[in-house]
């Protein structure tokens, strides 16, 4: 327990952070699973779609520092490489 009126806040606003970066995170793993399962059934212009989508949550996601600018490269990357194999 925080013992003084700060370090209560600090908890506060640590937990509401801790919990967008979490729902941001999220939303990139949900992306790159639909994307998966478009790739395996093989529909082109669903993939191309997606793939944007991927894209977008990354770089919203390494914007705010949820997470790592590298990281979101490349993921979009290994991505674009995993639908170019579908063609």
């Known amino acids: 327990m925080a013992h003084s009126k700060s370090a209560a806040k600090r908890l506060r606003q640590s937990f509401k ?25 093989g529909d082109k212009a669903a993939v191309s779609e997606q793939l944007a989508k991927c894209y977008s949550e990354l770089d919203k996601a390494a914007k705010v520092g949820a997470i790592h600018i590298n990281k979101a490269n490349r993921k979009k990357q290994r991505l674009a490489q995993r639908a170019a194999k579908m063609a």
Request: net charge positive.
């Open 17 to 41: 952070r801790r919990m967008f970066n979490r729902m941001r995170k999220s939303r990139i793993k949900t992306s790159e699973n639909t994307l998966n399962e478009k790739i395996k059934a």
